[in-house]
């Protein structure tokens, strides 16, 4: 598995080492080429020292040289080379060094000298300049000795052309850039190895708070998604990642809570009536002889399974909600009768706690939809208003047309209920009595009239103002329930 | 043998007092924490049962409150949380049983007649004095190798007498045992009882089980080695 550490760790190296490999060469070859030049106008200077001690004068040419002058020609172990030829090929003088033995030319111009590489007679590597030359007639040289100028009236065409080959060996120079080129390598590896020793402490130093966030995550389960990462001291690359990563943390640790809510609340609402069931029948059972006991048990075991059969028909509902299964059919649907006829279940309950009904829906409003779905979503929010509206209040349904559709709202007057409640107003088995102690509601009812208006495509809204729950369903005309 | 009832379900609770009080159980009931709380600390119990997701002050609270104060009533949590967590954290706050709903009635018999008995230090469910055998677990009596049949509430102060053997236990004390709080038996109905009991354990030597002490109450003398 490649890592971000091994990544940068190769890439900076691998980096690092071209740019040494070429600053390297570059290095090399400006000091070779400098050494060289050096070495070849070391070479040409000794070329045209022999030259200057070259004369002519009646038609022949002569040098003046001694091995005390230049002794390294005159060496025996690795001497220095010369051999002086007329233009017609005739030797005129030769190192001692040299023996009878020729040095090879190469046909330098008078302009241009020659400088080459060579085998020497002794067999070692070695450079050569060959220069091409007027040698200097006796008068000409007591005039440049005396006046330091160049005689003017020297003709070429009278003088005799010469050729000098000096060759020296380069196993100096050779041996000089070796050591250069071996220093480099060496300063190039080190380098290399230096270099990779601080990117492992560099690149390490940098990765920490990314391998510090991991571990931190690593750590984590579903018992700590409350805690959130440290934003303080992170690096400004990691802090949209931190900040991303705590507000997803936020909202795993609130479906965690809203799931284990769920599942506690489902516990309740279907273990309570079974408890209930199973006390009642087996308290019967023990004392059989007691007739009335057995009429009173029956009457609540009716009433216990119609509860848990509500109980089940909601939640079938809320499934084949999620799951898409309940097909909608659109028909045309008169809202205030459609309001009306829903509220006749409910009303008897309503005069029980001295409720009012104002319905406010004018009587052309007309809404293509899905009457069955908006007749249960209706009876659930009047079953609703009513089972907590206050005593004596009155519950209002009001329809209108909007610029966007049509909006449809109940209230009712409340005094249980807080701004806090209103997120989670539609959960499935959100109670306000956290206790549950009412057998009578499960807290199904809002969470099946949201599962509905999603499969209806409605908006709905909760609100809280001055004591009055309001719950408000929008629709656009385009949509399947749309406004006629 | 007297119990608290804390629950919210009013048909729970019917049914459970119904049949607790049956098997001779003096059963109060309380349906919020508060009342619960309120009773529990006001009265002596053998046992509370008490629910967990109560209004007005939740189950632990109450067990909290309960402990915090004291009270080393036994407690028999009764729930319908069935996490191990939920156990966990009951057992821990102080009860001394749990057991999550639905249930059978005969398994919170039981556990109530086991956490009875630890509440009077005896493990074991036969209690045996002289020729005197009762069976906790199945409520029954016999007395020289005969099968005495009880009411429950005879049952009942029997077993507190055989439970606290040796230990002189009064008219008042038996009362609270055997009868609600709210109960309109009348003072003398303990004598009643203990009378009825004696003739059916032996009517020709009724003091051979239950003793009185007058002016002090009822004892059941430890058997001679």
């Known amino acids: 598995m490649s890592s971000l550490r091994g990544r940068l760790t190769a890439g900076l190296l691998i980096g690092t080492g071209v740019l040494l490999a070429a600053g390297g060469w570059v290095l090399d070859h400006v000091l070779s080429t400098r050494l060289k030049r050096d070495y070849d106008a070391a070479l040409l200077t000794r070329a045209k020292t022999l030259a200057t001690l070259t004369e002519q004068g009646s038609g022949r040419v002569w040098l003046q040289y001694t091995d005390e002058v230049m002794p390294d020609f005159g060496l025996r172990r690795h001497p220095d080379y010369f051999e002086l030829w007329l233009a017609n090929g005739s030797v005129v003088e030769r190192s001692r060094s040299l023996g009878q033995r020729d040095l090879p030319r190469s ?319 539609f959960d499935r088995f959100w109670r306000k009595d956290a206790a549950r102690s009412d057998g009578q509601h499960a807290g199904l009812g809002l969470a099946l009239v949201a599962a509905l208006c999603e499969r209806l495509d409605l908006g709905k809204a909760a609100r809280l103002q001055e004591g009055c729950f309001e719950i408000t369903l929008t629709g656009a005309a385009t949509h399947s329930s749309s406004l006629h | 043998m007297r119990l608290l009832l804390i629950e919210d379900s009013p048909r729970l609770r019917s049914a459970l007092q119904k049949g607790l009080s049956r098997e001779g159980y003096a059963v109060d009931t309380a349906q919020d924490g508060r009342e619960g709380l309120w009773l529990a600390t006001e009265n002596e119990y053998d046992v509370i049962v008490l629910d967990l997701m109560l209004p007005e002050i939740d189950g632990l609270t109450v067990l909290g409150k309960l402990r915090g104060q004291g009270k080393d009533t036994h407690v028999l949590i009764l729930s319908a949380r069935d996490l191990v967590e939920d156990r966990v954290e009951g057992l821990t706050r102080g009860a001394d049983d749990y057991l999550v709903k639905p249930f059978s009635f005969d398994e919170l018999l039981a556990r109530l007649q086991a956490l009875v008995r630890r509440s009077y230090h005896a493990k074991n469910p036969h209690l045996h004095i002289g020729e005197l055998e009762v069976h906790t677990a199945a409520r029954r009596v016999t007395y020289r190798g005969r099968l005495v049949p009880l009411t429950p509430r005879e049952y009942s102060l029997l077993e507190i007498l055989v439970l606290r053997v040796g230990e002189v236990v009064s008219r008042r004390d038996l009362w609270e045992r055997l009868y609600e709080f709210d109960s309109e038996a009348a003072s003398n109905v303990v004598d009643v009882i203990v009378y009825s009991l004696r003739k059916k354990l032996d009517p020709q030597d009724p003091q051979s089980v239950v003793k009185t002490r007058r002016g002090l109450g009822y004892l059941v003398e430890e058997a001679a080695p």
């Open chain 1, 107 to 425: 046909g330098a111009s008078l302009e241009h000298p020659r400088l080459r590489d060579l085998t020497l007679p002794d067999g070692r590597a070695g450079r050569c300049a060959e220069i091409t030359f007027h040698p200097l007639s006796e008068q000409e040289e007591d005039h440049l000795r005396d006046t330091e100028q160049p005689s003017g009236h020297s003709s070429s065409a009278n003088q005799l052309r010469t050729i000098l080959v000096v060759a020296h060996g380069r196993e100096e120079l050779d041996a000089f850039l070796g050591t250069i080129h071996l220093t480099l390598s060496l300063v190039a590896f080190g380098l290399l190895l230096g270099t990779a020793a601080l990117v492992k402490i560099v690149v390490g130093a940098g990765l920490a708070p990314l391998n510090d966030l991991g571990r931190r995550l690593e750590t984590m389960d579903a018992e700590s998604l409350g805690e959130t990462l440290e934003l303080a001291g992170a690096p400004a690359e990691l802090v949209p990642m931190i900040r991303h990563l705590n507000g997803l943390l936020a909202r795993l640790q609130e479906s965690f809570s809203r799931e284990r809510a769920f599942s506690a609340n489902l516990a309740h609402e279907l273990r309570t009536p079974l408890a209930e069931l199973r006390a009642i029948t087996e308290v019967a059972l023990k004392w059989p002889e007691d007739s009335s006991a057995w009429q009173a048990s029956l009457a609540e075991i009716r009433t216990i399974g119609l509860q848990m059969e509500t109980l089940v028909v909601n939640l079938l509902a809320l499934a084949r909600c999620d799951a898409r299964q309940s097909t909608v059919h659109t028909s045309e649907v008169v809202l205030r009768e459609l309001a009306a006829s829903a509220w006749s279940g409910v009303s008897s309950t309503a005069r029980e706690k001295g409720m009012a009904f104002r319905l406010e829906v004018p009587e052309g409003l007309l809404l293509v939809t899905d009457r069955e779905k908006l007749a249960l979503i209706l009876s659930n929010l009047f079953a609703n208003a009513v089972a907590y509206g206050s005593p004596g209040s009155a519950v209002r349904c009001l329809g209108e047309t909007t610029p966007s559709g049509f909006a449809l709202s109940v209230s009712n007057s409340t005094a249980d209920l807080v701004e806090d409640d209103l997120p989670r107003i």
